[in-house]
Structure formats: structure tokens, C-alpha cells
């Protein structure tokens, strides 16, 4: 017989065990609202300020701005990423969120190297060349228009591109409203061990 007998109730441990249940399965049914809403309220408008604007010209050599690129940046679709843990097949432990833009954004993030542009239709480019050399102008007399003092239109059958700098203004945005995702997190994580301890 012992001299001493001390029984535990372990029922509290079995209410804390529901509590975390639910509120586990309430945070994997918000994990895909959560990241739309900080994509669509945090992420997209900041993509859309760092996107860059393009000079056009028009056929009289007038310049203006296009904001086609930063238009373009919408939100795709939304992949949960598995878990790497061999414990927990088949479970989530994030979203992974496609981001949508023009074809062109890509070149303005990565260097491009230098590379000819051929017409898609017709016979020739067709384009307002801004400050054309005076070289240039004397090779190009047949091809081009009349020339103003800020360059000309010219006719040309293909084009050699410099290439360029890309500049990864994607990662400009996400540093600019990265505070604000982790306190969205944060914020989740709060109610998370609210659920817990008192629902």
C-alpha cells in the first residue's frame, strides 16, 4: 500500500487540447484570406508606386508617360506550399501568391543583353528616335522624316538594342510594406493564443 496517493486531473489538458484543435483549424481556413488580404491591401498597391513609368513619343516627337506596366499588376492565383516535414504529409504551412503583369515588366527587372528588334507586322519599325546623332542622321537620310530638335521618326527594317540594366523594384516594394506583413502576422498569431487560451 503507498503511504501517500496524489491524483492529477488532467481534464484542463483535454479542454486545452479542443481549444487548440479549433482554433488550429480556424487558422488554416484564414491562412488564404490572410494572404489576399495583405496581397491585394499591402502588397499590389506598392508593387503598382514602384513600377516604372515608360517615355513614349508620338509620331511628332512629343513625349509623354505611360503608366501600362504599373496598370497591369494584378493578383494571379494562390498555391499552398507543403510542409518539408516528414511528421506532417500533406499539410500547409503557407501560400505562395502569383503576381500578374504586362510582358514587358520582366525586362525592366533583370539586364537585358544586347539583341536585334525586327518588325512583327508590316515592313519596318516605325518610331520617334529622341537626340539621333548627326551621324545617324546623315546614314538615315532615306529612312527617316524630317527631323526636329528633339530627334526624329525613322523607318527602319530591324534594330540593334544596347540592352539593359534591370532593377529589381519588386524587392523595393515588398521592403517598403514588409513591416506591415509581419505585423499582419503578428496580429494572427495574437488571436491564435487568444482562441486558445480563453475560447
Excluded at 487558422?27 to 513614349?56: F, Y
Excluded at 503608366?67 to 501560400?95: M, N, Q, V
Excluded at 518610331?127 to 528633339?150: H, K, N, S
Aim: aromatic letters at 8%; proline letters at 6%.
Amino acid at each position: 500500500m503507498a503511504d501517500l496517493t496524489i491524483t492529477l486531473d488532467l481534464r484542463q489538458f483535454r479542454d486545452f487540447e479542443g481549444k487548440f484543435r479549433r482554433a488550429t483549424s480556424e487558422l488554416m481556413t484564414r491562412q488564404r484570406d490572410v494572404a489576399e488580404r495583405a496581397a491585394r491591401g499591402l502588397v499590389i498597391p506598392s508593387l503598382q508606386r514602384h513600377a516604372p513609368v515608360g517615355t513614349h513619343y508620338t509620331p511628332e516627337g512629343v513625349a509623354f508617360t505611360t503608366e501600362e506596366l504599373r496598370k497591369s499588376i494584378r493578383l494571379g492565383g494562390f498555391r499552398s506550399i507543403p510542409t518539408k516535414s516528414p511528421t506532417a504529409a500533406g499539410a500547409a504551412y503557407g501560400t505562395s501568391l502569383d503576381i500578374l503583369m504586362a510582358a514587358h515588366g520582366k525586362f525592366t527587372l533583370f539586364d537585358t543583353t544586347p539583341h536585334l528588334i525586327f518588325p512583327r507586322t508590316g515592313k519596318c519599325l516605325r518610331f520617334f528616335w529622341p537626340g539621333v546623332t548627326f551621324t545617324a542622321r546623315q546614314r538615315l537620310t532615306r529612312t527617316m522624316e524630317v527631323a526636329t530638335p528633339g530627334g526624329s521618326t525613322v523607318y527602319l527594317q530591324k534594330v540593334v538594342h544596347p540592352g539593359t540594366i534591370g532593377h529589381r523594384w519588386d524587392m523595393d516594394a515588398l521592403a517598403e510594406v514588409g513591416p506591415q506583413l509581419i505585423e499582419e502576422l503578428h496580429k494572427v498569431c495574437r488571436n491564435f493564443l487568444v482562441s486558445i487560451q480563453g475560447g
